[in-house]
């Protein structure tokens, strides 16, 4: 049992202090509506009580579709309040997709916002989940978030979390097609928040803009949380737009934001870039991929640095960060370790390799999940018995300590900020009639990063365009997941063991 000397470090805990501390400072931003810190606490206990009402218990499943909201992280606390563990939904998968994951995690309650209604509607019949709620408008029988808020009282006994209690379940895509779900404890979170905390220097004042997804734990656990940890305030998009994050930046007076390249570049490319007043930004925060190198200077040019950081799902998820004072001296690198986290690279036998010489990225710290939600199998086959996490990407280490990334072992694909598993694209592509076999890589592409290229030998006398191939896979992979090329050879290089040999294909299609 916790000792009556020790703090609660639950998340729910975490936010009834901020607001017994500063009620009145501004918490979180919406669509035009901000709500204080007391005003949040309390929407969070309303939502407590509605789901224990609903027959929620310690440990069950409440699982949140929808595109950015208020209501996701009132609802994220509301939920870690009576121990309940909360599952954020990729708003991009498909029905079949999100089938899979919604009858694994076992959601008992599921909030959906109006967008996403039509896609749960749809395979609503094969759930296993006994409650909807409705985040925004009426659809259906379901009642809605606001009806529930206001017909219950606030919780008054606040879960006391265990650092081992599971607090969320994130689903990351698997290199088998079955997506995996990491478990997250309240103790890996508050050791991110701690790492993050003392990486970026979050203040009081701080208003952070929340664009990138929240479902992605770079966009709930980077800037988000530990800005309202400390007291600052957030101001959530519904989804990315370049224009309307520059009015908000200047209207909000942002001083942080997280999100992957594509995201600063796109806003770079803005009609309204040059005359958007961003004197209030003291730092922009960068994970998914490396910053490439003309984006940093045009950042530059208006006085603005990139912090960037390395990490997982499965880390909660920092494990190396790159300051502001580095970033143009050290271009291409993730940087150093969090305070609190260890890396190092290894080789096959599991062993330190030496300084400048490849080999696996493995970390071990408070902030490494405890494992995969029903999948020992895959948990396993992640973290060793040492409790070293094995990343399954390939880095060096330079004579300064800075880690630079630089090949993956499980050949994953990064687009706009997404992870994309070739083996999942490729089980669905190898299904058209005319695809005899099919390997994906990724591209470099200035826009996403990388572009998802579908390479495939054909059966004879068949033919296959790219639109015919993306309309194939429309309905059964999320619109990022589509390749956005096509290459058509004659037969698929694989070594003596039958192993596609996908180095030989990026050295002929990737440049």
Same mark, same amino acid.
């Given at each position: 049992?916790? =000792?009556?000397?020790?703090?609660?470090?639950?998340? &729910? &805990?975490?936010?009834?202090?901020?607001?017994?501390?500063?009620?009145?400072?501004?918490?979180?931003?919406?669509?035009?509506?901000?709500?204080?810190?007391? #005003?949040?606490?309390?929407?969070?206990?309303?939502?407590?009580?509605?789901?224990?009402? $609903?027959?929620?218990?310690? /440990?069950?499943?409440?699982? +949140?579709?929808?595109?950015?909201?208020?209501?996701?992280?009132?609802?994220?606390?509301?939920?870690?309040?009576?121990?309940?563990?909360?599952?954020?939904?990729?708003?991009?998968?498909?029905?079949?997709?999100?089938? +899979?994951?919604?009858?694994?995690?076992?959601?008992?309650?599921?909030?959906?916002?109006?967008?996403?209604?039509?896609?749960?509607?749809?395979?609503?019949?094969?759930?296993?989940?006994?409650? +909807?709620?409705?985040?925004?408008?009426?659809?259906?029988?379901? &009642?809605?978030?606001?009806?529930?808020?206001?017909?219950?009282?606030?919780?008054?006994?606040?879960?006391?979390?265990?650092?081992?209690?599971?607090?969320?379940?994130? +689903?990351?895509?698997?290199?088998?097609?079955?997506?995996?779900?990491?478990?997250?404890?309240? $103790?890996?979170?508050? *050791?991110?928040?701690?790492? @993050?905390?003392?990486?970026? =220097?979050?203040?009081?004042?701080?208003?952070?803009?929340?664009?990138?997804?929240?479902?992605?734990?770079?966009?709930?656990?980077?800037?988000?949380?530990? @800005?309202?940890?400390?007291?600052?305030?957030?101001?959530?998009?519904?989804?990315?737009?370049?224009?309307?994050?520059?009015?908000?930046?200047?209207?909000?007076?942002?001083?942080?934001?997280?999100?992957?390249?594509?995201?600063?570049?796109?806003?770079?490319?803005?009609?309204? *870039?040059?005359?958007?007043?961003?004197?209030?930004?003291?730092?922009?925060?960068?994970?998914?991929?490396?910053?490439?190198?003309?984006?940093?200077?045009?950042?530059?040019?208006?006085?603005?640095?990139?912090?960037?950081?390395?990490?997982?799902?499965?880390?909660?998820?920092?494990?190396?960060?790159?300051?502001? #004072?580095?970033?143009?001296?050290?271009?291409? =690198?993730?940087?150093?370790?969090?305070?609190?986290?260890?890396?190092?690279?290894?080789?096959?036998? %599991?062993?330190?390799?030496?300084?400048? #010489?490849?080999?696996?990225?493995?970390?071990?710290?408070? %902030?490494?999940?405890?494992?995969? *939600?029903?999948?020992?199998?895959?948990?396993?086959?992640?973290?060793?018995?040492?409790? *070293?996490?094995?990343?399954?990407?390939? &880095?060096?280490?330079?004579?300064? /300590?800075?880690?630079?990334?630089?090949?993956?072992?499980?050949?994953?694909?990064?687009? /706009?900020?997404?992870?994309?598993?070739?083996?999942?694209?490729?089980?669905?592509?190898?299904?058209?009639?005319?695809?005899?076999?099919?390997?994906?890589?990724?591209?470099?592409?200035?826009?996403?990063?990388?572009?998802?290229?579908?390479?495939?030998?054909?059966?004879?006398?068949? =033919?296959?365009?790219?639109?015919?191939?993306?309309?194939?896979?429309? /309905?059964?992979?999320?619109?990022?997941?589509?390749?956005?090329?096509?290459?058509?050879?004659?037969?698929?290089?694989?070594?003596?063991?039958?192993?596609?040999?996908?180095?030989?294909?990026?050295?002929?299609?990737?440049?």
């Amino acid at each position: 049992m916790k =000792s009556s000397s020790s703090p609660n470090i639950g998340l &729910a &805990a975490l936010l009834l202090r901020r607001a017994e501390l500063t009620p009145q400072r501004k918490a979180i931003s919406f669509e035009g509506v901000t709500r204080t810190f007391a #005003e949040t606490a309390d929407r969070a206990k309303r939502i407590g009580a509605l789901l224990i009402a $609903g027959g929620i218990k310690a /440990g069950d499943r409440v699982g +949140y579709l929808g595109l950015n909201h208020s209501a996701f992280l009132e609802t994220l606390y509301g939920a870690a309040s009576i121990g309940a563990i909360f599952v954020p939904l990729n708003f991009r998968l498909t029905g079949d997709e999100l089938e +899979y994951i919604i009858n694994d995690a076992g959601i008992s309650t599921l909030l959906v916002d109006s967008e996403l209604q039509p896609v749960v509607t749809a395979i609503r019949g094969k759930l296993c989940c006994s409650r +909807y709620i409705n985040v925004e408008e009426k659809l259906g029988d379901d &009642a809605t978030l606001e009806e529930l808020i206001n017909n219950h009282e606030p919780v008054t006994a606040i879960h006391v979390a265990e650092a081992d209690d599971v607090l969320l379940i994130m +689903y990351t895509s698997g290199t088998t097609g079955l997506p995996k779900g990491a478990m997250l404890t309240h $103790g890996n979170l508050y *050791w991110n928040l701690v790492n @993050t905390m003392m990486s970026f =220097s979050y203040l009081e004042d701080d208003v952070t803009l929340v664009g990138a997804p929240l479902f992605h734990i770079g966009g709930l656990n980077v800037t988000t949380l530990g @800005t309202l940890t400390v007291g600052g305030h957030a101001v959530i998009m519904r989804s990315f737009d370049p224009g309307q994050a520059l009015k908000i930046i200047q209207e909000y007076q942002v001083t942080t934001m997280f999100g992957a390249p594509a995201m600063y570049q796109f806003m770079t490319h803005h009609e309204n *870039w040059h005359s958007t007043d961003l004197s209030s930004i003291r730092g922009l925060i960068c994970g998914a991929a490396p910053v490439p190198e003309p984006l940093i200077r045009e950042y530059s040019e208006r006085n603005i640095n990139f912090c960037q950081g390395y990490g997982m799902t499965e880390l909660s998820p920092l494990a190396l960060i790159l300051s502001s #004072e580095f970033s143009a001296e050290k271009i291409g =690198s993730t940087g150093k370790p969090v305070m609190f986290g260890e890396v190092r690279i290894v080789d096959e036998n %599991n062993q330190p390799v030496a300084v400048g #010489e490849r080999g696996e990225v493995v970390m071990r710290g408070p %902030n490494v999940m405890p494992g995969y *939600w029903n999948n020992p199998d895959a948990t396993k086959e992640t973290i060793d018995s040492e409790g *070293w996490l094995h990343s399954g990407d390939i &880095a060096y280490q330079d004579e300064d /300590g800075f880690f630079y990334i630089c090949d993956r072992l499980k050949d994953m694909v990064i687009s /706009g900020g997404e992870n994309v598993y070739p083996a999942e694209v490729e089980s669905v592509l190898v299904g058209h009639e005319a695809i005899a076999e099919v390997a994906v890589i990724g591209v470099p592409d200035e826009k996403w990063g990388e572009a998802v290229t579908a390479i495939v030998a054909l059966h004879p006398g068949k =033919s296959v365009t790219l639109e015919e191939l993306r309309d194939f896979a429309t /309905g059964r992979l999320a619109r990022y997941k589509l390749p956005l090329h096509l290459h058509i050879i004659d037969e698929i290089p694989r070594n003596a063991a039958g192993k596609v040999l996908k180095y030989e294909l990026r050295n002929r299609f990737g440049k």
